[in-house]
């Protein structure tokens, strides 16, 4: 029996298995099955990204979302951070180990597979994923020469396999696409069945003006040019541009600047794209990444900072410290305080990456200080080294409480009000600047490897175990000129907000963030469909 004979098998499975491994494919294979030579209508994407300089408002472009937009040949890793982000671990684990079985099946039913995994038993009306979770992630599988394309159109039409729900805000909030065309999922008493419906919706209305008249467009086409019209409104094109690999692997990544709207808020847990390669990683670790959280934690909240941070930078945690404060000999509050007050403690105030800056500040002053926050869960409470007190969001209360605090000593506050991980800083509250009059601001960020530790539609009490958890997480920290307080400004030359915003653009300055005018009420109603306090709509937000 010739030697070949044993090897045919391992060179089979080696074809089907490894060649899938290195992505999930693109698209799926639509119900209408295309001809196997293209027509005479279809062309390359090259020629229209290059030499179509007659595209206008009175063209319409049908693309395919996974064939033309992203750069990526895998889908695997948008289902997995369904799976983790909105299932948890155990729903991940499943998809995971049902990898394997996924890329031997056809592409349809691996489709199905995956969808089955990641959706079945899930509310409706909580899941927020595709709002909250996975714009970021397309943003950054965005193709630059595909995006510029789009741009000159007048009408643009997205087609997916995907369902609908995963794709649909970040197309029509961030890409600013006319119509959304996906897959529905099939809802039984509010939860998802894990089941796409099989019908197409039709598909004319989209082509039609309201009154069902023809709307005159110039229809071009882009999909994939392995799946040749994987959709019935392709057929409708006066001509159909192909994206090969080639186009994929030379296609530029869409820089951030070029977003048409900007990704401020993004939640979820993973910190990194969940390929099958770091799914792995990540699987892996969860285990050792918990012993060694609650390793640090001990750690941080029973020895003294001499001690500790040793400790701590060994295990994986970086404090970077840089003092750019310009302190005079005397203090500004000599200047500003009259003759029988009482002086007070010095105000830092910090913009806020997690729920550890404060602690983080305490570390690189080496000192204890006070911290004062407005979101704080009790387990964060209990478990930190320092006096921290919640503010209660009103004004008279919170300001005599802060004056308390400044006479027995220095105090940190972060009066953004809540997380912001992207680099943009929130609103200001003015509320710091006529407590103190020695202001020190404080720039802070934070780079994570694995897992963010913040969040606002999960639990926040695991916010510190989950950033305790990263293999290695680095802290910044830099110390600002000092500012002067409300107080020192009698004449009225200046008023809160503008002491506030001026704090704010110092900060954005040194961290090369840029400064807006969104309070913590703007991030709930994008990423939890709520004011942060209780649920009261359930629309996403639009902003500029």
Not at 35 to 40: F, L, V
Not at 206 to 220: C, K, S, T
Not at 259 to 287: C, E
Request: glycine share 6%; charged share 20%; hydrophobic share 40%.
């Amino acid at each position: 029996m010739p030697k070949s004979f044993f090897f045919k098998p391992f060179f089979f499975l080696y074809r089907i298995f490894f060649r899938k491994l290195k992505g999930f494919p693109r698209s799926v294979s639509s119900s209408h099955n295309a001809s196997s030579s293209q027509s005479k209508n279809d062309k390359f994407f090259g020629s229209l990204y290059s030499h179509r300089s007659d595209l206008s408002n009175q063209t319409m472009i049908i693309f395919s979302f996974e064939g033309a937009l992203l750069k990526s040949s895998s889908l695997f890793d948008y289902f997995m951070l369904v799976a983790f982000e909105a299932g948890g671990l155990l729903r991940s684990l499943v998809l995971f180990l049902l990898y394997p079985l996924i890329c031997l099946v056809s592409e349809e039913t691996g489709l199905k597979i995956m969808v089955m995994v990641c959706f079945f038993g899930l509310k409706k009306d909580s899941f927020r994923v595709g709002t909250a979770v996975l714009p970021k992630f397309f943003f950054e599988d965005v193709g630059l020469e595909a995006f510029e394309v789009l741009q000159r159109a007048g009408k643009k039409v997205g087609v997916s396999n995907l369902p609908r729900v995963m794709i649909e805000s970040f197309l029509k909030d961030y890409l600013e696409i006319d119509v959304v065309v996906g897959k529905e999922l099939k809802v039984f008493c509010g939860y998802f069945l894990g089941l796409m419906e099989e019908k197409e919706n039709n598909v004319l209305p989209v082509l039609e003006e309201p009154n069902g008249e023809d709307m005159g467009f110039d229809i071009i086409g882009i999909t994939a040019s392995n799946k040749f019209h994987d959709h019935q409104l392709f057929y409708y094109c006066k001509d159909v541009y192909l994206v090969g690999n080639s186009d994929k692997r030379s296609s530029k990544k869409l820089p951030r600047d070029r977003y048409p709207k900007k990704l401020v808020f993004h939640d979820g847990r993973l910190a990194l794209k969940p390929t099958p390669l770091d799914t792995i990683a990540i699987l892996m670790w969860v285990p050792f990444g918990i012993a060694l959280a609650i390793f640090r934690i001990i750690v941080g909240i029973s020895l003294p900072y001499g001690v500790s941070f040793p400790i701590l930078y060994f295990s994986g945690l970086r404090l970077t410290v840089n003092d750019n404060t310009k302190r005079e000999s005397q203090s500004i509050n000599s200047h500003c305080s009259l003759p029988n007050d009482k002086p007070k403690g010095v105000l830092y105030v910090c913009n806020h990456r997690t729920l550890l800056d404060p602690l983080y500040i305490c570390f690189a002053l080496k000192k204890n200080l006070q911290a004062v926050t407005y979101s704080l869960s009790k387990m964060s409470e209990i478990l930190s080294p320092i006096k921290t007190v919640r503010l209660t969001r009103k004004r008279h209360q919170d300001a005599e409480m802060m004056e308390r605090l400044m006479n027995q000593g220095d105090v940190v506050v972060c009066p953004e009000g809540t997380t912001c991980r992207e680099p943009y800083l929130l609103r200001f509250s003015p509320l710091f600047s006529e407590i103190s009059d020695e202001i020190v601001p404080v720039a802070v960020d934070t780079h994570v490897t694995m897992f963010h530790g913040t969040t606002a539609g999960g639990l926040k009490c695991l916010d510190p175990l989950f950033f305790m958890m990263n293999p290695s997480a680095i802290y910044t920290v830099q110390l600002l000129d000092t500012v002067s307080g409300l107080s020192c400004c009698r004449d009225g030359s200046r008023s809160s907000i503008d002491v506030a915003n001026s704090v704010q653009g110092e900060v954005g300055r040194a961290l090369g963030f840029e400064c807006t005018k969104f309070t913590r009420r703007d991030k709930y109603l994008i990423l939890a469909g709520n004011e942060g306090i209780a649920c009261k709509s359930n629309q996403p937000l639009k902003f500029e």
